[in-house]
Structure formats: structure tokens, C-alpha cells
């Protein structure tokens, strides 16, 4: 039976070889970093919106808790993140689920939600249809959102 050696210099050489692609961020792991932050920005801009606008819109201005926030897709289209989601709300002991577009541009190096839009229904949507529901930021894209109550 042959026995393995290894002379030091080359286990040297190979442990140079893995330090330097652990230190490296694979491309993969940018892509999972930046769904992370789209994911958290998605959650905290939805709550702070539905708790602004009190989901008038949605549920008649009955009382609602959101259980679960969902971020399902992200699409680059042009300059703009397009982010697809599903928003599950308990509105009086009935579940209910809103279907969310919006898109994220950068502007002047900050990210900013430009487009939004809540439906009922499933939907797919491109950048040149989500650019009739314009949004004028009043609560930001950040995925550090402090809740001050």
C-alpha cells in the first residue's frame, strides 16, 4: 500500500490556495447578500405602508394584523429592481393575501421604492406597466427600519 506525502512547501501552497477562496466572495454568495437586503427592505417598507395608510384600501378600514411578508422575485429591468411579493393579513379572523409589486431605482446613490401596487389577485408584471403607479416616498427603502411604538 502506498502511502500519501505532501511536502511541506505544497501544503503551504494549498493552504495559501483555500485562505485566498474563503477571503473572495463568490458570485453566488453577492447574489444571496443582495436578495437578503432586498428581502428585509421589502418586509420593513410594507409594514411601515400598510400601517401608514391603515390598508384602507384593502380592508375598509377594518382592523388587520400582517402575519407574513413574503418576498418571492426579483427582476432587473433597465435601471429599475422590479420585487414581487405576497403580503398574509388576519383581518378579522379571516386570512387575506395581497400580491405586491413595486420598483426600486437608485437615485443620487440611494435606493428609493418609485413604482408600487397591491391587487388582490396574482399578477406578473414588466417595468413599463409598473411605471403607471408611481410612488412618491413616504416611507423608505431600508432594511433597518426602527419601530417607534
Given at each position: ?43 420593513n417598507f ?28 426579483i427582476q ?74
Amino acid at each position: 500500500m502506498r502511502s500519501f506525502y505532501l511536502p511541506p512547501f505544497h501544503l503551504l501552497h494549498v493552504g495559501l490556495i483555500l485562505l485566498g477562496l474563503l477571503m473572495v466572495h463568490p458570485p453566488y454568495l453577492l447574489a444571496e447578500d443582495e436578495f437578503a437586503k432586498h428581502e428585509m427592505s421589502f418586509k420593513n417598507f410594507l409594514t411601515c405602508e400598510l400601517t401608514r395608510t391603515n390598508a384602507a384600501n384593502h380592508f375598509k378600514g377594518k382592523a388587520f394584523k400582517i402575519t407574513m411578508i413574503d418576498l418571492f422575485d426579483i427582476q432587473r429591468e433597465s435601471d429599475m429592481v422590479i420585487i414581487n411579493g405576497t403580503v398574509l393579513c388576519t383581518v378579522e379572523e379571516d386570512s387575506h393575501v395581497l400580491y405586491v409589486a413595486l420598483g426600486v431605482e437608485t437615485i443620487m446613490e440611494k435606493e428609493q421604492v418609485t413604482y408600487y401596487t397591491v391587487r388582490n389577485t396574482d399578477f406578473s408584471i414588466l417595468a413599463t406597466e409598473l411605471m403607471k403607479f408611481p410612488y412618491k416616498e413616504r416611507c423608505p427603502w431600508s432594511r433597518y427600519w426602527v419601530d417607534t411604538d
